[in-house]
């Protein structure tokens, strides 16, 4: 609409509305204040830190595997990718190559951990839109993909399934049928969201041009991931600096043209496609061999065979997790960067050569996606809030930390 | 209106009590209160699978004054304590608090400057769901939990109330 | 390697204001002093390092180094995929150091957030208040004097009572 006309035809007043942070769209925990003007937002100033809650502090107090169960609280859409990164952090630190069916492993959960995050942010943001329905059938397949977690890890959520070295355990017996069953069923499900999205036109009128980002905006503001490659950025850190063992597989990196919340919404749902095709080439060359490095090396648990059934094993397993022993990293600090599903996540860790880091520090792309939202809502409606709030998926937990 | 023909067989006699308690138990309506990864779970308790329809407490509002059942699911911190007290206050009466998972109840993993160790010390509690995080199951026997309270309650407590 | 030819000019055109140049596992940082660094994170965007990835600070309080703090950006170039990581070092007393807001905007909540955190002060910034916690919050809780239950904040809150007289059972 026309503002000028808007003006002219009719008197309106300038307001202040203030926009959670117990709000259904902001997912309880941020606050936005818009000044308005009729339905028009003219400014729109982010209030974040409302679950603020000392990650950073936390580990400095812990030990480098204690933190891990941190990082899960972090993203709860993906908790895997959060594990991964950390841990491959922590093991540049420490100069430690992992074995290669580890690094697969990795792998596969981190992509079934973008599905499940992707169709859960589309969920949501079709849940802020008025299309309970996508929701509800996203959640159906997140379900089995958190059964697959829970035989995997022990727990749906909060995974804690990397260790420095290695991962927990190796994953159960039958849990690639498991795997193949889900990727089946991945395809369908992203047919039959789009099939209601794509060319619904409730759906193409609040997200076609609305919340557009620039390219050079999106360098200028470092998004990353997703909101990123929907502006046109071919950059994919899977692709581009592949960690773990990226570069063995073969998959597409996906790119929008327009920027906006249906572009967004798109690079998602073939993202997700795309993650299904990664996991296939990861359950067809699965290396066998062990997850963990050797226990001799001191950064690793003897296993538990050993501890519960020999006096040496035991004395091992004490010497690992005794306060005053166990692994010593070397003094020095090291960044890993990760294409977790919303962006760039990276540990910077820094370590003083004691048994807990000196510091850790998270690259959190939520905060850095988030920190565009009051310049790509001016102008827009009152409405197109919770649609931009939707497509850039902003994570309280990784936002605030 | 001649519609009761037979008083015999159409007639249930119960207490006022039983007859209120049954209907405010089985139609709670709450409001979630979900910040952090509690919350997801939140959601998957009613999404398809778990389905809290079942407990007749699918109508979420986020409204604070259309609720009478709090749930408080994930870490409380010092930003968003006053936040939560002020929903609590702008509940009608009768009310109820769920505390879903360690966060909310005890400050879990996060003995940190900034979350709250228990928001059972700002405001009342009814039921603690346990887990890091609850399972949806979990949350369900929460429910159930407040359900039996309801049932419990006399019509001396619904007069107390202010 | 480009790095390594990077660094040599930086050295030159930056005679006094770099400390040194490290390595570690294959990553370079330069450290260099807090007041320059706007000139310094220019000179590197104009060279090619057109991403501001992570900006963040490290508290030196027992590890050692040039100073109280290290102001730590972390710099990455699209074109030639390199990263090189550049820290900045400011004094205990009254810490502070230009804001790199005018380069990249990304800058802006992270230098409010090392504001927050650590107390650090970016000159130019524009609108340097708070971001993590609350605005009458006290210190800086990543401060590695600050301790980690932080100082009874999270005890002072008034206590709702529950609104019925008699006890519910
Ligand atoms: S109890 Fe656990 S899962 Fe729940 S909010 Fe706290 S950390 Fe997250």
Redesign the interface.
């Known amino acids: 609409m026309n503002p000028q006309v808007t003006a002219k035809s009719l008197e309106t007043e300038k307001m202040v509305l203030n926009f959670g942070p117990s709000h259904p769209a902001t997912h309880g925990t941020l606050r936005v204040i818009m000044e308005l003007d009729g339905e028009t937002v003219i400014k729109a100033t982010p209030e974040i830190g409302f679950l603020h809650s000392g990650f950073e502090k936390l580990g400095e107090h812990l030990d480098f595997n204690q933190y891990v169960t941190i990082t899960d609280r972090m993203n709860y859409l993906s908790p895997l990718c959060n594990n991964v990164a950390y841990a491959l952090s922590a093991e540049k630190l420490m100069n430690i190559d992992v074995p290669k069916r580890a690094r697969y492993i990795r792998i596969l959960m981190c992509e079934l951990s973008r599905i499940a995050d992707h169709l859960l942010s589309i969920g949501m943001l079709a849940v802020d839109i008025g299309a309970f329905t996508v929701f509800l059938y996203g959640f159906r397949l997140r379900e089995n993909i958190y059964d697959l977690f829970e035989a995997a890890t022990g727990t749906r959520l909060t995974t804690s399934y990397t260790r420095i070295g290695g991962l927990m355990r190796d994953i159960p017996e039958g849990f690639e049928t498991g795997v193949a069953k889900v990727l089946d069923e991945v395809g369908k499900v992203a047919d039959e969201i789009e099939t209601l999205l794509n060319r619904n036109r409730i759906w193409q009128k609040r997200t076609k041009g609305v919340g557009v980002i620039s390219k050079e905006n999106a360098n200028s503001y470092g998004i990353t991931g997703p909101a990123a490659r929907a502006t046109g950025v071919d950059w994919d850190l899977r692709i581009k600096e592949p960690y773990s063992d990226y570069d063995e597989f073969n998959f597409d990196v996906v790119i929008g043209v327009n920027g906006d919340v249906f572009d967004r919404y798109l690079v998602r749902m073939e993202e997700i496609r795309q993650s299904a095709k990664i996991c296939r080439q990861v359950l067809d060359k699965m290396p066998g061999g062990e997850v963990n490095i050797d226990s001799d090396s001191k950064f690793v648990l003897p296993p538990k065979e050993d501890v519960y059934n020999s006096i040496e094993g035991l004395i091992h397993h004490f010497e690992q997790i005794m306060p005053n022993r166990g692994m010593i990293p070397p003094k020095g600090e090291s960044y890993v960067a990760t294409e977790s599903p919303n962006g760039e996540l990276g540990y910077y860790i820094v370590s003083d050569g004691s048994r807990t880091p000196y510091r850790v520090r998270t690259r959190p792309p939520s905060l850095i996606n988030y920190s565009i939202f009051s310049k790509i809502m001016v102008g827009g409606m009152i409405s197109d809030a919770v649609a931009i709030l939707g497509s850039l998926n902003v994570i309280a937990g990784e936002l605030d930390r | 209106m001649g519609l009761i023909h037979d008083t015999k067989s159409n007639v249930l006699t119960t207490t006022v009590e039983a007859a209120v308690n049954w209907g405010r138990k089985n139609s709670l309506w709450p409001m979630p209160f979900g910040t952090a990864c509690c919350g997801i779970e939140l959601m998957a308790a009613l999404a398809s699978r778990s389905d809290i329809a079942r407990f007749g407490a699918e109508a979420i509002r986020f409204s604070p004054r259309q609720s009478d059942l709090l749930v408080v699911a994930g870490r409380i911190t010092i930003k968003m304590m006053p936040v939560l007290q002020r929903i609590y206050e702008q509940m009608p009466e009768p009310k109820w608090v769920i505390s879903m998972g360690a966060c909310a109840s005890s400050g879990g993993v996060f003995d940190t400057y900034s979350v709250i160790q228990g928001i059972d010390q700002f405001i009342p509690v009814d039921v603690y769901v346990p887990g890091c995080p609850p399972r949806p199951e979990g949350l369900l026997d929460g429910l159930m939990k407040i359900q039996k309270l309801i049932e419990k309650e006399t019509f001396s407590d619904y007069s107390k109330r202010k | 390697m480009a790095i390594s030819d990077l660094t040599t000019r930086l050295q030159e055109k930056f005679q006094e204001s770099i400390l040194d140049v490290s390595e ?2 294959g ?1 370079v ?1 330069i450290n260099v002093k807090g007041l320059v660094i706007l000139e310094i994170l220019s000179f590197l965007k104009s060279d090619g390092f ?5 900006l ?1 600070a ?2 030196n309080l ?2 050692g180094g040039y100073d109280r703090f290290a102001v ?1 950006y ?1 710099l990455l170039s ?1 074109e030639n ?1 390199e ?1 090189i ?1 550049v820290k900045a070092y400011v004094p205990e007393e009254k810490p502070s150091l230009p804001s790199v807001e005018s380069l ?3 800058a ?3 230098e409010r ?1 090392v504001y927050d ?1 650590y107390g650090i002060e970016f000159e130019g910034h524009p609108n340097l208040i ?5 605005d009458e ?1 006290e210190g800086h ?2 401060r ?1 004097d ?6 009874e ?14 006890k ?2």
């Open positions: 570690y596992n990553e940082s057109n991403f501001l990835v992570d963040t490290v508290d027992t590890l730590v972390h699209h995929v990263r990581v990249w905007k990304s802006n909540w992270q957030e955190l708070r971001i993590m916690n609350p919050f809780p990543l590695k600050f301790p980690r239950q932080g100082r904040q999270r005890k002072d809150f008034p206590v709702v009572e529950r609104m019925t007289r008699g519910r059972l």
